[in-house]
């Protein structure tokens, strides 16, 4: 039969405020996680990683946070802007590069 | 620097043929993982290859085979297509044992529907 998309999450968010998205994880064995925005159409586009051992990593508008007790990521951007509008997956790195990503967040910023 | 790049762009295929998708990657990436994103889902890790060879694979049948070339270039190939099997086929690469997840590149993608 027909394959049927799932419907992502949606974040809507005004221009100028800030978003978070809001990753959970099950691996506790990985060693690094990741950040990707993904634009209709395109391949994922890295934003931001923090490794396992930190809680808290800041990039250019962006701030990740991880909360391992809970398995729990999380993404901040800051002043949200039109061309932030795209789908975020979160990824987990097991090992050597192999990535299981989460189901995915759409961002929608109104202007 | 070229990135990765991934051919052919879009195609169609029906059920039960066979299909072959290409990755270039990142000029210095030895590592070539691929992932397929069905619709409105996250990708989902098929397999890697390193040194021409498999080194890790995900939960996919055997109708999903790759290989690797001595330049690092890489195939995938999917026998027996299933309708279920549309979807959008990422390409990924990177240095050996990607230690840092600004190593690992994407390609744009090769969208397969299957009809």
């Known amino acids: 039969g027909e394959s049927v998309g799932l419907h992502l999450p949606t974040l809507s968010v005004q221009e100028g405020d800030n978003s978070i998205i809001n990753c959970a994880y099950s691996?506790?064995?990985?060693?690094?996680f990741i950040w990707y925005k993904q634009e209709s159409g395109k391949g994922p586009q890295f934003i931001i990683d923090i490794r396992s051992n930190m809680d808290k990593r800041q990039g250019q508008r962006v701030t990740v946070l991880l909360n391992k007790t809970v398995k729990h990521l999380s993404l901040q951007i800051a002043a949200t802007q039109p061309g932030d509008s795209a789908v975020y997956f979160c990824a987990e790195n097991i090992r050597g590069g192999k990535l299981i990503f989460g189901q995915g967040t759409e961002l929608s910023v109104k202007p | 620097d070229a990135g990765v790049t991934q051919s052919p762009t879009h195609l169609i295929k029906t059920r039960g043929q066979q299909v072959t998708l290409r990755c270039s990657p990142k000029?210095?990436?030895?590592?070539v993982s691929w992932y397929q994103q069905a619709l409105g889902q996250g990708p989902q890790f098929i397999f890697q290859y390193y040194e021409e060879e498999e080194r890790q694979r995900g939960n996919f049948p055997d109708r999903f085979s790759g290989h690797q070339f001595p330049n690092y270039s890489s195939e995938l190939n999917v026998n027996a297509l299933l309708l279920g099997d549309s979807a959008l086929y990422l390409c990924?690469?990177?240095?050996?044992?990607?230690?840092?997840?600004?190593?690992?590149?994407f390609g744009e993608g090769s969208w397969l529907t299957v009809v």
């Open positions: 990924a690469s990177s240095p050996d044992r990607a230690d840092s997840g600004n190593t690992i590149y």
């Open positions: 691996n506790s064995a990985s060693d690094y």
């Open positions: 000029s210095g990436h030895d590592t």
